[in-house]
């Protein structure tokens, strides 16, 4: 169990959550913590690449040894692929719309998209926007071209908070979520690990750290022949809308 949540949470009300589920509420507890008092129309976007696959791992194999009847439930009750903003919804008490999105491509920008339409029509000013996913051992092998960083094969779990422009310092402003036109018939490579959900809001938040990313960084995510072209800035200071 992990040791930080202890501090949020008993140990039984955490003991059917496991490893994925409880890397994503620690993730989403902290960036709320940083943010500060939340609204009460808070939104809440999840994005994953290929869910909760040490789950369904144990529910497939307790289903190939004990038959239909004998599957385990706990497992089956975490392999849906909402189960991460669900919890999040419930720990944290959301009253605002909740949206998972699950595909191994573009999750990101059409999570962001979502994001920007909900901000933009006045449903809510402020969304709880992350990302998680397992690395798993295959995933080597599903992705052999990932060099930028080193699989750990543990959960992984980002998130930040995304307001309308004008609010207070230390948020993303979402600036642009865009599909750019294909400029040749040439497919770029399949994505790889270090492109999945998680590493692509890793990536945004550089913006709030200027040694790194400066105040504003523009990333592209990629899929099958498919570009989508994300911009993001820091907030600067001001009154919170």
Same mark, same amino acid.
Request: net charge neutral.
């Given at each position: ?77 975490? &392999? =849906?692929?909402?189960? #991460? ?5 419930? !720990? %944290?008490?959301?009253?605002? /719309?909740?949206?998972?999105? +699950? ?22 000013? &402020? =969304?709880?926007?992350? #990302? ?5 051992? !295959? %995933?080597?092998?599903?992705? /052999?071209?990932?060099?930028? +960083? ?92």
């Amino acid at each position: 169990m992990n040791e930080a949540l202890k501090t949020y949470y008993s140990p039984l009300k955490l003991r059917r959550l496991d490893a994925y589920l409880q890397t994503a509420l620690l993730a989403a507890k902290l960036a709320l913590e940083a943010y500060g008092e939340p609204p009460i129309d808070l939104g809440l976007i999840v994005c994953t690449g290929y869910g909760p696959m040490p789950a369904t791992n144990v529910f497939m194999d307790s289903f190939l040894d004990f038959g239909p009847q004998g599957a385990s439930p706990t497992a089956f009750s975490q &392999t =849906v692929h909402n189960v #991460a903003a669900s919890t999040i919804s419930m !720990f %944290l008490d959301f009253q605002g /719309p909740v949206l998972s999105v +699950s595909q191994p491509g573009l999750a990101c920008s059409s999570a962001l998209l979502t994001a920007q339409s909900w901000i933009g029509q006045g449903l809510v000013k &402020t =969304v709880l926007f992350g #990302a998680v996913d397992d690395a798993q051992p !295959f %995933l080597r092998l599903l992705f /052999p071209q990932c060099k930028q +960083s080193k699989i750990t094969y543990d959960p992984i779990a980002t998130f930040v908070v995304l307001t309308k422009r004008h609010a207070t310092q230390g948020l993303l402003e979402l600036v642009e979520v865009g599909f750019p036109s294909p400029t040749s018939n040439t497919k770029p490579p399949p994505t790889h690990a270090c492109s999945t959900p998680a590493w692509i809001v890793t990536q945004l938040l550089s913006a709030l750290d200027p040694s790194q990313g400066g105040r504003k960084i523009s990333i592209k995510e990629t899929w099958n022949g498919l570009t989508a072209a994300i911009c993001v800035r820091a907030t600067a200071s001001g009154d919170r809308s």
